[in-house]
């Protein structure tokens, strides 16, 4: 199957402050999201980025396909920006998705 | 709200009992997708399918189940549960077909399942 690490694997945060998330896969994908999980447990869609850069308010993305990663980029960032951020993928070879183990961010007040 | 639909919300249960999980998709996707998340196997990915038919098989245990009706629902059966089957289940949709675009994901609120 595809590898997917995530990093790091926890972020604290001040309130305001600017971060960067890592996601690397082992395998050329076709398909790569990124989803915030929230303390109540529910998973949003934040982006679909198989390739590119997109934005979205405060947040943007971008995976490098060719080199086997993607960022996702959280600015001025809020106590509801916490949660756990997953980065999941599903790969030319492998008709199947594959999460990686998320990154927990807690961004205090 | 993603317009995945999932019921129940909570179940407990007994251990050696079976369940039935039940999803919606969105409006107009054909392909369904079941996860399991727990503590320490994290997001797994257990089945696909696709109008009807199976797509994709993930780490999906012999004692479950799962199939997708014609008017697209789908049901997750869980049989002889026992205690590390204790998770969150979540259901995602999407367009599906063969372009790689009509695979975003949308998720379900989830299934929490407790073994005692």
């Known amino acids: 199957g595809i590898q997917v690490e995530q990093s790091p694997p926890d972020l604290i945060l001040q309130e305001g402050a600017n971060s960067t998330l890592r996601c690397n896969f082992s395998?050329?994908?076709?398909?790569l999201q990124w989803f915030h999980q929230n303390p109540w447990g529910q998973l949003i869609n934040l982006f679909y980025i198989p390739s590119g850069t997109k934005q979205n308010g405060r947040l943007s993305a971008t995976t490098v396909a060719t080199e086997r990663y993607s960022l996702l980029y959280i600015s001025s960032s809020q106590t509801t920006d916490s949660g756990v951020y997953f980065c999941a993928v599903r790969g030319y070879n492998f008709n199947k998705f594959y999460f990686g183990s998320g990154t927990k961010l807690n961004v205090k007040p | 709200d993603s317009g995945v639909t999932q019921t129940p919300k909570h179940l407990i249960t007994a251990t050696g009992q079976r369940v039935t999980l039940r999803c919606s998709p969105r409006s107009g996707d054909l392909s369904v997708y079941w996860y399991q998340q727990s503590l320490d196997q994290g997001l797994q990915f257990l089945i696909q399918?696709?109008?009807?038919?199976?797509?994709a098989k993930g780490n999906i245990l012999e004692r479950f189940s799962a199939q997708q009706f014609p008017d697209l629902h789908s049901e997750l059966n869980l049989s002889s549960l026992e205690l590390g089957d204790s998770a969150l289940y979540f259901c995602?949709?999407?367009?599906?077909?063969?372009?790689?675009?009509?695979?975003?994901?949308?998720f379900g609120p989830g299934t929490r399942l407790t073994v005692l």
């Open positions: 995602a949709s999407s367009l599906g077909g063969t372009s790689a675009s009509y695979n975003e994901q949308f």
């Open positions: 399918y696709y109008n009807g038919e199976e797509r």
């Open positions: 395998d050329s994908v076709n398909n």
